[in-house]
């Protein structure tokens, strides 16, 4: 595919109750920040389609984009609503860039997961009435079959998924834009609480509100909103059967597809990437999606962990999902932080990094996968 | 804390009635009325789906007259434990989901798992389904599963639940039956042991016991409590102290003393003493502890 | 008008039959059968599609992320997915994403796929769930706006827009009786006009019961495939020329129609046609496939499509021109009056307008060669799609 530039993003802090806004406050924040950075108008020669990104259930509402059409700039003018992982956002924007459709695209996501009583009460409503609803499955408890699975299966335990959760409070702590995210120890991720064995409370991505934004552009018009685009060089994304019709819940088929059309889109290879976004919204998942994408194997995983593999990938070194994100906003709050790492402004910044890879996952056991390529200019 | 704002609270209380249409239908009203489990076959992949589908997904085929039944028993391919409260939840915390693939279907669903000690559970069981005696109109026409041999929970420590120090025990008092059986059985008639008249001339001045006849009393020790069911004896090596009088009570103890990481065996301490508190007997054992 | 990277067209449609009544199937089962209706017509297999676009009302079934569960109908399984949900204007919206997916080059052959079983939820009380809680849940009464009804009625007299009204509801059932796919066919003729605008039972004002769409359960799947691939597939494709989407924001002013601003169909209908040099809506367009909730907007809403000032949108009605074999006709299916699956009914109007280039509407099928087609949809706070499907591979 042709290569579409980001020439600007933004994102509101992620807290887990942010009680003194309601949803369009925290996507206008996100827009005007964007339309200040760029000075472009909803106007054919501005913004000519908004995407945005969030879900009926979350925001209670239905149809909820017709409370965000003013927001999101499109009195008299288009938007459109991804109800899907957010970096569905960028695959569908890519595909009105490249078709010619639009030159300039405003992606915003948005979700307040405290405004439910429950998240896993809304992942709840994901399942069929018939025979999951009724024994009480949600996301969580998918999660946790699929943990129990790859414990059972693969060399590690408690201790290495405590050292995941650990490197990434560490690292998610030093975001100012995390104010709630507090750094743990081994110790106590080990004695927090099981919500669904094998899966604790500390395992778990904080319940989290926030917003995010960003303005994508046909090459062209990418050069000239600003001088140094981020590009998108590869999308893709797959779906698996429906859980928990495939059985072998740690084969990740969906996941190892979208990835490798990603790459086979932005033409490289998972080796020739510099840094890597996952996200991870419990701690088995790296892991798992490490063993998946062949950075490790079911044996051999537990020392890839131990002996700092993560750190030596560079892998997650924004500490991941597991800082926090809405659920459905997973994807774009990591391609947030590889833009900040290709524009070498990040608070976990390494050297000079060129290429970046964000992968997000939805639905019960990581069912649906989605991926991106960044690249900078040299 | 929510200073200056506004909760406006909201319920999304609206009726839903979904259709399990008919394939659907058949499978709960099978359940309900007949207790069978049936599923749809794939003539094309072969794939049996329970709960039954419509459509192979993999083929985009139409299957849904392909009926046939599967077995009430299956496998438990992966399970949790559900420790924190939910509305939705079908049972109070703690309670165990499992994830259950019957015998003679090809893909696994979700059930409640009971009658298993919650700290016990693991993957891999056999187990049963049990149907409900009151229709419910959705899956829970299976009450739950159960397993199908108990016996699977009842196994010992692990080599990694196994810590250094800990310590078992077992006592009987060895009497004259004890040692007229063994000498029946080890064809050992020596008269130290059944000839109370040449005893009495002999060191110990009367019968004793057959000097296994104590240490074999380590056995329940290691086979049954430490590290308890499902442990494989590799090397027991004792030394005799004292002689066992026909009336003594004997304790054979046997504590951890050594975990070997390569082989993931263990070490133990053996010692058996008296109702004196007088060491008869001291060894060492090396076990391969069940690997849970 | 804006170079496109590569041509797009229509080369499948599969509906179900629209009911009130599918306690027969669920959900995914449902969805399925329009899925292979559309792959018998492109004798095309699951194969062959590279990407599946859906969409649907969350809370009108209350599936979180229906498409998860609906893999097992809908063939996703292994293949790229979007979702996209904008109300009513949704079935309209997965043709607009079909349409850049495949000319972006990303896939060659796509299937949007809308569906609703409304049946399973409570609609109403759905839609009421779309006002802003602090600001207007107690306020808005579903859909059931008759202020079309009454400003109509100022304009033109009581008995001319009530009776242009009911003749265009009599015209859509006679559509439907031809469509054995529609949901609502109730057999009318112009002889029962006089009965019908008087004694139906009244809902708000001159808004009365036989005035209002259906609610349907049902599932349309469209097609649509790159130029090389498009002539292979269907011997005459119905090309996508452009589409417009235009929102407008809610505020209780408009919604109640206490200030009449512009409405989007006509600003969509503005801007398409000065893109595409369309002077003359009603002798270049072949056929009219638009979202018609009532009989009331479907009148007020010609005027607004075709660019009308004064009353000619009731003459079209008056003088028949809206029948299927008139001058100008609109909805051959029956429309949304007849059928209304809602998450699919704004694609099943860019699936008839297709049918009817491609010559495959049937019993319905316009006599006339149907050369260029214009569809819409309907939804939000006053929201459109508009689009023009031709039969000529488009030249820009
Ligand atoms: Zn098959």
Redesign the pocket.
Known sequence: MEKIGICAFSQTSVESDKWYQRFQEMAFEVVKDLLEQTSLDFSDSGIEMTISVSDDVFDARTISDNAMTDVLGAHYRCEEKVAQEGLQAIYYACSVINSGIADVVMVVGHCKESQAKSRNMVTHMAFDPFYARPVGLDFQIAAALQAQTFLDRANIGEDELAQIVVRARERGSKNVLYPNLTPVSVEEVIASKYLAKPIRELHAYPVSDGAVGFILASEKKAKEICKDPVWVTGVGCSMDTYFPGNGDLINLGSLKKAVSRTLDRANTSLDSIDIYEFSDQYAYQLPLYLTNLGFCNLEDVSSFIKNGGLDEKNINLSGGMLIGAPLILGGLFRVVEAIKQLKGISENQIQDPKTAIVQSSMGPAAQFNSAVVLSRDN | MYRNSFIVHGKLALPYQYFAGRLGSKFIKTLEKEHKIIGTR?K??N?VYVPPRSI?D??F?DIKDNLEEVSKEGTVLSYTVVNSYEDHYPERPPFILGLIKLDKADTPFVHIIKNVPINKMKSNIRVRAIFSNTPTDTILNISHFEPVDYSVFEVGYTYEELEIGMSASFTKTITETDVYLFAGISGDFNPMHVNEEYSKKGIFGKRVAHGVVPQSLIAPVLGTKLPGLGTVAIEINTRFRRPTYFGDTITAIATVKEKIEEKKWVKMALKFINQKGEIIADGEAIVMPPKG | MRDRKREVAIVGVGQTKYSSHREDVNQPEMISEAIFEALEQTSLTMDDIDCIVHGNMELFEMIYQPDLWHTIGTGASGKECLRLTTGGTTGATLVCAADALVASGMHDIVMAIGFEKLQEGHTTGGITNMADPLWGRKLQSGALVGITATQMIEEFGEERAKKASIDYRIIMDMHAMKNPKAHRRLGLNFDMAEDLMNNSPQLVGELRMIHMCSQSDGACVVILASEDKAKEICDRPAWILDHVTVHREEHMGTLFGFKKEKLTHRHAAEVLFKRNNINDPVNEFDVFEMYDPSSWWGVDWLREFLLFDGDEHLKLVENREILIDGKFPVNPSGGVIASNPIGATAMVRFAEAALQIMGKAGEHQVKKEVNKALASGFGGTFWTVLGILTADKPER
């Open positions: 794939c094309k992949c794939t192979c993999r083929c085929l």
